[in-house]
């Protein structure tokens, strides 16, 4: 007992704590991360216009979803062991519970701020996509029309000169 009478908490509530809390630390590091998100677009955008190599903007979103990938596995290290003692939480008092339910009520907001911005950042990268999909496809076009239809370099008739 604590010199105030109240009970140090169960080992169930401590450990629900310290997953909370880890959940928590790496949700926050996981918005930081979608804060940068613009930059990787800015980068892909610059490499689509040739300022950059393509590279370096494919590294540069790589690393970035390395990174959001290690936060997510953070957050799920503990989901067994939440599992197995979220059945005894009933026995837990309100006061060992309380810092737990609020880290929670925290965590249940930065995970929808951050399922936001992953849902913005997947359109903007499809958009990208599609854009450079669309690109190549006209380049390819016009590349099979220059060599159908222009100057023959050779001595091989050109598509035109075909007999029917």
Do not use: C, K
């Not at 059945?87 to 399922?115: F, K, N, Q, Y």
Request: proline residues 3%; hydrophobic residues 45%.
């Amino acid at each position: 007992m604590s010199a105030r009478g109240e009970s140090a908490p169960s080992a169930d509530a401590r450990r629900l704590a310290e997953i909370a809390t880890a959940r928590l630390e790496a949700a926050r590091a996981m918005r930081a991360l979608s804060a940068r998100e613009p930059e990787i677009l800015q980068a892909i955008d610059r490499a689509a216009r040739g300022e950059i190599d393509g590279e370096s903007a494919e590294d540069a979103l790589r690393a970035h979803l390395d990174v959001r990938e290690r936060l997510v596995a953070r957050m799920r290290e503990g989901e067994h062991e939440w599992a197995a003692i979220a059945p005894r939480a009933g026995a837990l008092s309100d006061a060992e519970l309380a810092p737990v339910r609020t880290m929670t009520s925290e965590l249940a907001v930065l995970i929808a701020e951050i399922s936001g911005s992953d849902r913005a950042f997947a359109v903007e990268l499809v958009r990208r996509r599609d854009a450079a999909r669309e690109e190549m496809s006209r380049t390819d076009t016009a590349r099979a029309a220059g060599r159908a239809y222009g100057a023959g370099r050779d001595d091989s008739p050109r598509f035109t000169d075909r007999r029917a």
